[in-house]
């Protein structure tokens, strides 16, 4: 549209006399660009905001400029008092907002993805994917197919975050099987999709689970509960030496730690101990064993049926300890689950065939609660460096009326994401729609009149700069008289 531009049109709307409530608001202003226009009392206070970052479309276009109402009621819907009410704002031109980065949270590429705080299991999967149970930034429990190559490719959210019971995940060729809050939730494995209702658990939780494509494992108290899969069909519990808090299942062999040993059933019923201690047990190739060991060192290895010990990969130390671990049935390749106090890593590792080891991929959480920047620098943890969330700038001139303002920008969160606010709750600037966040920090930029702003949910860290913020016009509306 052809903008009015002439300065007689601006000192039309000031010195025309106060209006009704109900009488049109007419404006002027200086070129294209969203609008916020609120209502504010003699005190300067904020009663209504008339417009949040609104274009053109949102108003009427007359001859002497832009032409909106008020109702006379305020933000919460109720009358306003009696009195002098004066109608401000400002026109936003070429400010820009452009996403930066994600910090500390290496599974968060793309705003898109899901927000990761805790992986609670997982599964590798043949080929390389793996499959993912985790608590998201908002306590929901998720289980999610994540591929290297083309990140996640479904998400699928089972419950809310887990309680004391355990929470367990296994895989077979087809299918996912999550055990959760006393039920039993079946994922086609290729999309996620629901292949059931979820079924009750009618036994006490399992400490761990495995899967065969027909058949199901828990382990009890000294006992494997089986089912049919998939329709869960109970079957002959089979007895087990210890109580087995991890558990693994392949063609006609079932494995599991516990109580200090590894434990081989290579017919499915009958356990023999290998005298090695683990807390965590995966079958590999050709009646060899994966498991993290449970002697203080920490190290992955691998065995054979006789306890022979085949490959070793040492922990290094000051990173992660090994917790979990999910290895390849065809060669020297498992991925494995690592925490330490303030990080939790996943990695896929593979021997070449020269004995070394080499990582594939590998995705890292950081604790990162207390973020903020630390000497220009974003940190995980800036508890002891102020923080601010407002700084003022210097606007540019209103040509039109010949206005100059100072403004603080605030930075404000809630159910419909972040933005810059003036002091008093004007909105300025949507920064982000992502919902969740808990905490939002900003710092100056290196350009002038530019910002970089942190915001976090809990588990991820997202950064934006924002610049031109000079290009942001003082409006000024007029009054209006309520009676």
């Known amino acids: 549209m052809k903008h009015i531009a002439f300065v007689f049109l601006a000192l039309l709307v000031l010195i025309q006399p106060a209006r009704a409530e109900g ?77 930066e980065a994600f910090h500390f949270n290496d ?20 080929g390389g994917d793996v499959l993912l149970l985790a608590i998201s930034a908002d306590g929901s429990l998720l289980a999610t197919r994540y591929s290297p190559e083309s990140a996640f490719v479904w998400v699928k959210e089972i419950g809310s975050c887990p309680s004391t019971d355990t929470t ?36 006490e939780p399992p400490r761990a689970i495995a899967a065969l494509p027909s058949a199901l494992f828990g382990s009890l108290e000294k006992s494997i509960i089986s089912f049919s899969l998939p329709s869960m069909e109970a079957q002959p519990a089979i007895a087990a030496p210890v109580s087995l808090t991890s558990i693994d299942a392949d063609t006609g062999v079932l494995a599991g730690a516990g109580n200090g040993s590894v434990w081989i059933a290579e017919d499915l019923r009958t356990f023999q101990n290998i005298p090695i201690s683990a807390q965590s047990v995966s079958l590999g190739a050709e009646k060899t064993f994966w498991f993290v060991s449970a002697d203080g060192s920490n190290a992955v290895r691998q065995a054979n049926f006789k306890g022979d010990i085949l490959r070793e990969l040492d922990h290094e130390t000051g990173s992660p300890q090994p917790q979990k671990i999910h290895a390849s049935r065809t060669s020297d390749t498992f991925a494995v689950l690592e925490t330490s106090s303030d990080s939790e890593r996943l990695r896929v590792l593979s021997r070449a065939a020269n004995g070394e080891w080499s990582v594939d991929w590998e995705k890292t959480i950081r604790e990162s609660k207390s973020f903020g920047y630390v000497n220009g620098d974003v940190s995980p943890t800036a508890q002891d460096t102020p923080q601010t969330d407002s700084l003022r700038f210097r606007l540019e001139e209103n040509p039109l009326t010949g206005e100059k303002q100072d403004l603080t920008l605030r930075v404000v969160f809630d159910e419909n994401g972040t933005r810059l606010s003036t002091p008093d709750g004007l909105p300025i600037l949507s920064v982000s729609q992502r919902s969740g966040i808990s905490r939002a920090v900003i710092r100056r930029g290196e350009e002038p009149n530019s910002i970089h702003l942190l915001q976090g949910d809990g588990a991820t860290v997202e950064e934006f700069r924002i610049q031109g913020l000079e290009k942001i016009i003082p409006l000024n509306a007029g009054g209006i008289e309520l009676k």
């Not at 994922?187 to 979820?198: A, F, Y």
């Open 23 to 99: 009488d049109d608001i007419t404006f002027a202003v200086p070129g294209p660009g969203r609008i916020t226009l609120g209502v504010f009392d003699k005190a300067g206070k904020l009663v209504r905001t008339l417009h949040a970052m609104d274009g053109e479309e949102a108003f009427r276009i007359g001859l002497n400029g832009y032409i909106t109402k008020w109702d006379g009621l305020d933000d919460a819907g109720n009358k306003a008092p009696a009195g002098h009410y004066h109608v401000r704002g400002y026109l936003i031109e070429d400010v820009t907002v452009e996403g």
């Open 107 to 126: 599974w968060t590429t793309d705003e898109d993805d899901p927000s990761l705080r805790h992986i609670v299991d997982f599964a590798f999967l043949p």
């Open 168 to 203: 367990n995940l296994a895989t077979n060729p087809t299918s996912a099987i999550i055990q959760h809050a006393g039920k039993w939730h079946l994922l086609d494995l290729q999309t996620g999709t629901p292949l059931s209702e979820p079924l009750p658990l009618h036994s």
